[in-house]
């Protein structure tokens, strides 16, 4: 194998940079020459692409984002698009891909591979809902990133002097995975925290939230995960059973900015490692992850078909820590 490819696909995660950087690496430690695709399958179909040499790539490891950028593609679903994507492969000397991105991303990967295209790929989402690993690159800086705000809401609340009591709600990125919101809960002091695996009622919450006031704390921060409620109407709901007027807090694409924690460094390394020595063990199909701190492999099916979702563990330390 003289040459591999390497994409991000779907939403970028931080430590996407730092994974790039370290397949780079680890190819040349082999002898193997690494193409930068830029846009995703879309760069991969236009053949936007260069090879990244570890001088190029040297400086990028604290980056957030993607250098090669990403975008969607409708044409790269289609048998069309696919064939044009592996004739581009073909034509830049590419006998093995690397994508970086969320199960979307692998569908894309297992669907090239049917051209007989050798693909792995690495899960890199802020949400961390990808099975087959305890950590998907980029999630956490996110939950860094969400606790540095609920101490800045817990500082500015501490500080007002207010007729009634206030609560704050505080929405975080999370469709089907409620990982960033409970372990920003735990983490970060909140006093409730709502997720898409739990069912919520709103009379329970609310007598809760009351309990505290009537104990004397004139404040409250609830974390909801983006696919457990509408933020919106919980804060309508949450007004009406406690007349307060509660304030939300979106932090939206906040969570995926900022300098990659030394945490997503070191995993986003890890896996690359793993994914370039797979390619050169003539392996595809396969996914890689990090399972007690080590760097492992299983069916790319696994991340696509299955969901990482919050513990029994985490749950019930939460329940105990909001008390």
């Not at 830049?92 to 693909?119: K, M, Q, T």
């Amino acid at each position: 194998m003289k040459r591999i490819g390497v994409l991000t696909s779907g939403g970028d995660a931080p430590g996407m940079n730092a994974c790039i950087r370290a397949i780079v690496k680890a190819a040349a430690a082999y002898g193997i020459e690494v193409m930068g695709i830029y846009e995703g399958y879309k760069g991969l179909m236009e053949g936007k692409m260069n090879v990244l040499t570890c001088n190029y790539v040297d400086d990028i490891i604290e980056l957030s984002g993607t250098i090669l950028k990403s975008a969607r593609s409708k044409l790269f679903r289609t048998e069309e698009g696919l064939k044009l994507a592996k004739e581009q492969a073909d034509k830049n000397g590419i006998e093995g891909l690397i994508v970086i991105g969320g199960d979307g991303s692998f569908r894309g990967a297992c669907d090239i591979s049917r051209y007989g295209l050798p693909v792995i790929g690495i899960p890199g989402t802020i949400d961390n809902d990808i099975a087959g690993t305890d950590y998907s690159i980029g999630a956490d800086t996110a939950v860094n990133i969400v606790t540095e705000t609920l101490s800045r809401i817990h500082d500015t609340a501490r500080s007002l002097i207010m007729d009634s009591p206030r609560v704050f709600l505080v929405e975080v990125m999370g469709r089907a995975c409620g990982y960033i919101a409970m372990t920003a809960s735990i983490v970060g002091g909140a006093d409730y925290c709502l997720v898409p695996e739990i069912p919520y009622d709103i009379d329970e919450m609310c007598s809760h939230l009351k309990k505290k006031f009537d104990n004397g704390k004139m404040y409250s921060v609830v974390v909801v995960a983006e696919g457990a409620t509408n933020v919106n109407d919980l804060k309508k709901q949450v007004d009406a059973a406690l007349n307060i007027d509660a304030r939300t807090c979106v932090l939206g694409h906040l969570q995926r900015g900022g300098s990659p924690t030394a945490f997503d460094r070191m995993i986003a390394s890890q896996m690359a490692l793993k994914a370039v020595e797979l390619l050169v063990e003539g392996k595809t199909n396969q996914m890689v992850g990090v399972v007690a701190g080590k760097a492992v492999s299983c069916d790319i099916s696994v991340g696509i078909n299955d969901k990482n979702k919050i513990s029994a563990e985490m749950v019930r330390l939460n329940n105990i820590l909001i008390g």
